[in-house]
């Protein structure tokens, strides 16, 4: 039988929306894509492939089998106060997103690892002045969030001789690393940890969780990287252990607002680094794959992977 499939991503380019349309027509042909706002009528709709799709939009669907979210992170979708319940909702986990996450956490630890930042500063003032740094057996790094994104940071610090520590709710076994688990784990995992990567879901229990209190943790000149989300964050109090120097330096991809405001301290801050948001994107390549996965899978009468759980909130 042939489905009614809506691209409800308000902003996506002509390009990127036919890149999708190919993918899908490619698995098969009978496909019936449309492209928000031109619906049709909407009781048509069967799938939604969406992203930061407008608040109260998804509720329009009565037939909305399930919500593809075309990120790993839901929580713009969750706060929508009119989220229909009946559709599953599938976030993306591919292979493309991972890569592009791990490869940014690389890149940022390794910069911290060998004191780029420093090495910039004094580059800054013409001095040449070589900087000391550990074996990499001796750098602890620590990443708070161990799942899919995490264990895939993980495993590949773990191949550059890192000291590689986890922290999740649930315990974790995974060789090599160190793992840390609910409010009793957290304080130890901060205490060991030289180069903290937060790569947690933003949840109720995981907002502002990089705060006074948490940065005071972390051991003096201890850096930390930030590629999940801005609500993470209490950006006041990440200012304040920067210019206290018990912080020396901070990555940070996301923000509570996005585009961050120009007059944000964040965007001239000397001990910050700042991405747009870009520490991993959806190539429709490989995201399209995995949400063909989960068309065969609803079509088929199995429950898709990755379907998000309302109660824990990612
Ligand atoms: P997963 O759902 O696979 O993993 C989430 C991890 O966080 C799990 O280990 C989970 O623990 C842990 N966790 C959740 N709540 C808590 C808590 N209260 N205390 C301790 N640990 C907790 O997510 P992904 O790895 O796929 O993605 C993580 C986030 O990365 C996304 O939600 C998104 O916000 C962000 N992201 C950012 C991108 C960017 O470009 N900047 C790109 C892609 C994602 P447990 O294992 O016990 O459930
Ligand atoms: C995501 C993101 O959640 O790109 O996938 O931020």
Same mark, same amino acid.
């Given at each position: 039988?042939?489905?009614?499939?809506?691209?409800?991503?308000?902003?996506?380019?002509?390009?990127?929306?036919?890149?999708?349309?190919?993918?899908?027509?490619?698995?098969?042909?009978?496909?019936?894509?449309?492209?928000?706002?031109?619906?049709?009528?909407?009781?048509?709709?069967?799938?939604?492939?969406?992203?930061?799709?407008?608040?109260?939009?998804?509720?329009?669907?009565?037939?909305?089998?399930?919500?593809?979210?075309?990120?790993?992170?839901?929580?713009?979708?969750?706060?929508?106060?009119?989220?229909?319940?009946?559709?599953?909702?599938?976030?993306?986990?591919?292979?493309?997103?991972?890569?592009?996450?791990?490869?940014?956490?690389?890149?940022?630890?390794?910069?911290?690892?060998?004191? !780029? *930042?420093? /090495?910039?500063?004094? @580059?800054?003032?013409?001095?040449?002045? +070589? &900087?000391?740094?550990?074996? #990499?057996?001796?750098?602890?790094?620590?990443?708070?969030?161990?799942?899919?994104?995490?264990?895939?940071?993980?495993?590949?610090?773990?191949?550059?001789?890192?000291?590689?520590?986890?922290?999740?709710?649930?315990?974790?076994?995974?060789?090599?690393?160190?793992?840390?688990?609910?409010?009793?784990?957290? !304080? *130890?995992? /901060?205490?060991?940890? @030289?180069?903290?990567?937060?790569?947690? +879901? &933003?949840?109720?229990?995981? #907002?502002?969780?990089?705060?006074?209190?948490?940065?005071?943790?972390?051991?003096?000149?201890?850096?930390?990287?930030?590629?999940?989300?801005?609500?993470?964050?209490?950006?006041?109090?990440?200012?304040?252990?920067?210019?206290?120097?018990?912080?020396?330096?901070?990555?940070?991809?996301?923000?509570?607002?996005? *585009?961050?405001?120009?007059?944000?301290?964040?965007?001239?801050?000397?001990?910050?680094?700042?991405?747009?948001?870009?520490?991993?994107?959806?190539?429709?390549?490989?995201?399209?794959?995995?949400?063909?996965?989960?068309?065969?899978?609803?079509?088929?009468?199995?429950?898709?992977?990755?379907?998000?759980?309302?109660?824990?909130?990612?």
């Amino acid at each position: 039988m042939s489905i009614v499939v809506l691209y409800n991503c308000p902003g996506d380019d002509a390009a990127e929306v036919a890149r999708w349309r190919g993918f899908l027509a490619a698995y098969d042909p009978a496909i019936d894509f449309r492209v928000w706002p031109d619906t049709g009528p909407v009781e048509d709709i069967d799938y939604c492939l969406a992203w930061k799709s407008e608040a109260g939009d998804l509720r329009r669907y009565p037939n909305l089998k399930a919500i593809f979210w075309l990120g790993a992170g839901v929580d713009h979708l969750l706060r929508d106060p009119d989220l229909p319940r009946a559709p599953l909702i599938v976030r993306l986990v591919d292979p493309g997103l991972t890569a592009g996450m791990t490869e940014y956490v690389l890149l940022h630890v390794l910069r911290y690892h060998r004191r !780029t *930042p420093e /090495l910039e500063a004094l @580059q800054r003032e013409g001095r040449w002045q +070589p &900087l000391d740094f550990p074996l #990499a057996k001796d750098r602890r790094v620590g990443i708070m969030g161990l799942g899919v994104l995490g264990q895939d940071a993980a495993a590949k610090l773990l191949t550059l001789g890192l000291d590689v520590a986890g922290w999740s709710r649930s315990p974790k076994r995974l060789d090599g690393v160190t793992t840390f688990e609910g409010d009793a784990g957290l !304080t *130890p995992f /901060l205490a060991r940890t @030289q180069i903290l990567v937060c790569l947690l +879901p &933003l949840t109720p229990g995981t #907002a502002g969780i990089i705060n006074a209190r948490t940065l005071a943790a972390l051991p003096k000149g201890a850096c930390m990287i930030n590629a999940a989300r801005g609500g993470h964050v209490v950006d006041a109090d990440l200012i304040a252990a920067l210019d206290s120097g018990h912080i020396a330096h901070a990555t940070l991809d996301v923000f509570h607002r996005e *585009p961050l405001p120009v007059e944000h301290p964040f965007w001239r801050h000397p001990r910050i680094t700042l991405t747009p948001h870009v520490a991993s994107q959806t190539i429709p390549e490989t995201a399209s794959q995995a949400v063909i996965e989960g068309l065969k899978a609803m079509r088929e009468g199995r429950r898709p992977a990755n379907v998000v759980s309302l109660e824990k909130g990612y």
